[in-house]
């Protein structure tokens, strides 16, 4: 099921939205553009679609070895 959004953009927004609309999705709409790059945002949010951060090592892990 779809649901209808209004968005505000600035002119330099609507100005980037038609310059990816030329390049890269020739012949499609504005909103029809603008839902699939939600839809690809919203696929990246899911939980497990980014890799664990990098916390480095841990307190007990350290010793002179590690400076540099």
């Known amino acids: 099921m779809s649901t209808a959004v209004t968005v505000l953009l600035t002119d330099a927004e609507l ?3 038609d310059r990816y609309i030329a390049a890269y ?3 499609h709409s504005r909103a029809e553009v603008t839902a699939e790059i939600v839809a ?3 696929e ?3 939980p497990g ?3 664990a951060p990098d916390e480095g090592l841990r ?3 350290l010793n002179a070895s590690n400076d540099s």
């Open 44 to 46: 990246a949010q899911r």
């Open 59 to 61: 307190p007990d892990e």
């Open 15 to 17: 100005a980037a939205l």
């Open 40 to 42: 690809r945002w919203a």
């Open 25 to 27: 999705r020739p012949g």
């Open 49 to 51: 679609s980014h890799p």
